[in-house]
């Protein structure tokens, strides 16, 4: 199975992910070429995933090709940008052609949903690791930032959360498995970037984030950076139905502590959000009121007797070791 | 040395390389946000460098640093293109604050000698690689490309190719070494992309490629690209004295066949060397003419007696073990 770098990119990387009419030129010379929009300003992601610590050794090679498209799109998503361009970095122990074209299908696939082109990258022998670079764009100065929230504001979150790390848990075989458990696995495995909503919330959104590490963890970052804090009501969290099989408990500590959601994490002023309801039903566009920004700084996680004490439960690569 | 990502950010990465007033938004939000200058294409190159693999375990952190970012700079000078931004993914077994600190210099260093910003990036946690994207702008219709070489074209290389191969032998060992070697290991350790050169050369080279894989494999990729083929005289090759020390037959295997040299390899047409030679001088620029595109497709290397026959000496990551 020797393949050659040329022959992996002839035949794997070349024609992987959507076609664009704003790639000058793509897969194969030294840098990539792209036409950026007039009027735009560039977006630019990178995001890796190490085997044995964002995935489980073994773990499905269209999974990890999905994923690793996806933390970036969804990083995209949180700025309210159009994602456009990829680049991928791929260490590979070995160049197992089984593994590549399961890989780059579960790559593509997401890729071509978001008409996202893989423009370039690097294949190298190593530990397997995958990094994207995603680039996209968005008309200047409609950004949304992490920096924009404001005391008052009503805090919004995307999706279900808690689903993909207890999936992940399941995965691991870390958690007892009552009943159905494919869907809580499959939002680990193929985690759904919130693209269409990001863009659309640069109208109403005054902050955004990506939950990554946990949606206390990244509620919190983001009214850091807006120099405020948060009140969450524990009542409020849009939970799954089989998340809430695995217990009230559990299912509250996987919604705030858990990573892996990739959900977008928002705060919209009180005067837009009738405007927000009205051009984007939350029925339809699968978000949830989870709370409000408030004056004093930090998180407070409000149930049905008071304050919970809860841990911020975020995942930080270095701390916890 | 439990530092947080936070932490690690802060300290490190925050204030990394030079400062641009194209950075709308840094380090620290969940993508970056840039001003494509009107009338540019924007050029994106990734390369990831491997501990054990594209450096020895235990190599010098700045050098680690230096490096991620000049293999960057090479592939973008070979576009033509004027770097502007980068992106950093570390992966790290550990947050060691000195490590961090040395690796980071070097980066930096680089970084400010060609005013590149650090705009965004992702520590993790796992087997040490540094993965670098690099963004630039090269004005529309401009760039350089593997492609343009023809038939008759000159064929010219920057610097002393073989250097870094040598300098890599003697850091593993894997050569003795008679006399000063402290050059050769310098051209290793903190390699020279050429950047100026390959923007000027924008106005003169038919086609361009940088040298990562060995002079012999590098010059070949471009002929192929061109549809032609190339002639190479043993003779020409600018050796530098340190390299010739060595002795004459490893010195000419180290310049054809060694890796890492991150020097420009171009082909000139016919009518526009004279004004190359007047606008940039070879003595002053550092390039040398080493021989001769043909229609013949594959690479001729001319010793004294005729043909030598070599292998083409490139690397491949996944073919060699």
Chains 1, 2 share one sequence.
């Not at 968005?138 to 992490?146: F, H, I």
């Not at 759904?192 to 949606?215: F, K």
């Not at 949830?288 to 409000?302: D, F, H, K, L, S």
Request: aromatic share 6%.
């Amino acid at each position: 199975m020797a393949l050659s770098e040329f022959e992996l990119i002839e035949r794997y990387f070349r024609r992987c992910g959507a076609p664009r009419a704003d790639v000058r030129l793509g897969v194969g010379d030294d840098a990539a070429l792209l036409d950026c929009p007039p009027g735009a300003v560039l977006a630019a992601a990178v995001d890796t995933l190490v085997e044995g610590v964002h995935f489980p050794r073994g773990c499905r090679a269209d999974s990890i090709g999905h994923r690793a498209l996806a933390v970036n799109l969804s990083d995209l998503a949180a700025m309210g940008a159009r994602p456009a361009w990829a680049l991928l970095a791929l260490t590979l122990p070995s160049a197992e052609e089984r593994w590549l074209g399961e890989f780059t299908a579960g790559f593509a696939a997401l890729a071509r949903t978001h008409q996202v082109a893989l423009v370039g990258g690097d294949t190298t022998h190593g530990p397997l690791t995958v990094t994207v670079t995603l680039l996209g764009h968005v008309p200047a100065g409609t950004a949304l930032r992490r920096s924009g929230a404001a005391a008052g504001d009503a805090l919004f979150v995307s999706g279900t959360p808690g689903d993909a790390a207890a999936g992940l848990a399941l995965e691991q075989g870390r958690l007892p498995a009552p009943g159905k458990t494919e869907y809580l696995r499959e939002r680990f495995l193929f985690p759904t970037p919130r693209v269409t909503l990001g863009e659309r919330l640069r109208e109403y959104a005054s902050g955004c984030i990506d939950v990554s590490d946990g949606l206390l963890a990244d509620a919190l970052k983001l009214a850091e950076a807006s120099g405020c804090g948060l009140e969450l009501s524990a009542a409020s969290l849009p939970l799954s139905q089989p998340l809430r099989a695995l217990g009230a408990e559990r299912a509250l500590q996987f919604a705030l502590g858990g990573g892996d959601d990739y959900e977008l994490c928002f705060t919209v002023p009180a005067q837009r959000l009738e405007r927000l309801r009205a051009a984007l039903p939350p029925g339809q566009w699968g978000y949830t009121r989870i709370g409000t920004m408030r004056a004093e700084p930090g998180a407070r996680v409000m149930g049905e007797e008071g304050e919970l004490s809860l841990p911020a439960g975020g995942y930080d690569h270095f701390s916890n070791p």
